[in-house]
């Protein structure tokens, strides 16, 4: 991909102008939220950007960043480049370095975007020293959803802490007649699912493994080790069910209280809200279980990426609709609206955001000061595309492949990932 944008990169001589005020402003925001909750909080954004006086138009693709990824490529061989589009990670730097972004530094400083955006998020929207990329929120991905009424009727007293207590909580679980794990098999739902249990392993092999892709780390004992878990949980405490479900019912199955947990990102709240659950009543959450006794916290972010605009009033569009994602009322609407937490760290999350919204924020200081936050993989915030897609491909055929060993699926996943260095 790169050879073709840097060939492309040549022809994009046009920048992003400051200008006094806006005057038409308009935009076309190239994105994946196509369904469900996430259709609805982006509709937020829409519906704000009209209210400044904006003409708002939006491309959504459905399905696998996959698929965006293809669209904006073939936008830019054609030559009309989106002005913005739904970009994160190693994406993000990979099209900055075409020149094709857009330069979004003096609308920052004048906003003071550096003072209050999350530290960590900080190197990818600015991956050259530059602000390209304006970010939405911060998701977590190490939830553990459950239903307390099957909690309770199977014996389970409180949440479990570590992966052998939640191991024996799932047998009570099982044995009562109720799904332990409700799942839809993926390719991303099976890796997040992968990535929450290394990362509760072993957080020094899920840094070498999925952040730093180290090929030999996938190899390890350790991997085999996850690989183990994975295994136990598919066989034994999700079920057959898991083949044709849709996403985004995983959640309504413990909302029901047909399952005792769901492991997923916080994006659930959104769910789970829209369907008419109550937290506390018919959904709790807890960090997903760690065998290291800290809080932790594996990070994903949505954010959006501007590209260089010959027309004017893209410009002036690009600008009210970055100042608008940083905004505050953006920042607290929209994720009030989607599950995550604010970007900007200078929101008060006491009224009006989810108890476990405010659970997130705290459990993010306590593991940037203990050192435990890491980028996701399995959502597109650490290795390269290709490697990540080959990882997740291999995570699922262990999945889909019951008599497949824990040693084989790690000898596979690291097969994968050395094919696409």
């Known amino acids: 991909m ?33 369904t469900g909750s996430d259709a609805q909080a982006i509709a937020k954004l ?40 739904q970009l994160k990670g190693p994406e993000i730097a990979e099209w900055n370095e075409t020149g094709m972004t857009a330069d979004l530094d003096g609308l920052a400083a004048s906003e003071g975007w550096e003072k209050v955006v999350a530290p960590e998020l900080l190197p990818v929207m600015k991956p050259t020293g ?14 553990l959803w459950a239903s307390p009424k099957v909690m309770q009727a199977a014996g ?5 802490k570590t992966w052998a207590e939640f191991n024996a909580a799932c047998d009570k679980i099982v044995a009562s007649g109720k799904i332990c794990i409700s799942h839809s098999t993926a390719d991303w739902t099976d890796s997040t699912v992968f990535e929450v249990v290394l990362y509760g392993q072993d957080i020094d092999l ?59 990102g916080d994006w659930t709240i959104g769910l789970l809200t829209a369907a008419g659950f109550k937290e506390g009543t018919d959904y709790v959450c807890a960090q997903a279980p760690t065998d290291w006794g800290k809080p932790g916290f594996i990070l994903n972010s949505d954010s959006v990426v501007f590209f260089k605009q010959k027309d004017q009033d ?9 100042s608008l994602i940083l905004s505050p009322d953006f920042q607290t609407v929209f994720n009030q609206a989607k599950g995550s937490i604010p970007a900007r760290l200078d929101i008060d999350l006491s009224k009006g955001f989810n108890p476990c919204q405010q659970l997130s924020q705290k459990d993010l200081q306590a593991s940037i000061k203990d050192g435990t936050l890491v ?24 999945v889909a492949t019951p008599d497949m060993s824990a040693e084989d699926g790690a000898n596979a996943m690291a097969d994968a990932a050395e094919a696409q260095k």
């Open 130 to 143: 530059k602000w390209v990329a304006a970010p939405m929120n911060i998701h977590r991905i190490n939830w």
């Open 46 to 85: 829409g519906e704000m950007f009209t209210a400044k006086g904006g003409k708002w138009e939006q491309t959504s693709i459905a399905g696998h960043t996959a698929n965006t990824l293809a669209k904006l490529r073939a936008d830019v061989i054609a030559g009309n480049a989106p002005p913005a589009v």
């Open 156 to 160: 389970v007293a409180e949440m479990p």
């Open 2 to 34: 790169k050879s073709v944008m840097t060939a492309l990169a040549a022809a994009a001589a046009c920048t992003l102008v400051a200008g006094a005020a806006f005057a038409e402003p308009k935009t076309n925001l190239l994105h994946q939220w196509a």
């Open 375 to 398: 980028r996701s993989m399995a959502h597109n915030m650490t290795i390269p595309q290709k490697m990540r897609g080959a990882i997740m491909d291999s995570i699922t055929e262990f």
């Open 314 to 322: 893209y410009i002036d569009g690009q600008k009210l609709l970055a």
């Open 206 to 264: 899920y840094r070498k493994a999925f952040v730093e892709g180290d090929v030999e780390a996938m190899r390890s004992p350790g991997m085999v080790k996850a690989f183990e878990q994975m295994r136990l949980m598919t066989s034994k405490y999700m079920d057959p069910g898991m083949v044709g479900r849709d996403w985004d019912s995983m959640s309504a199955l413990v909302g029901k209280g047909d399952a005792a947990f769901h492991i997923m």
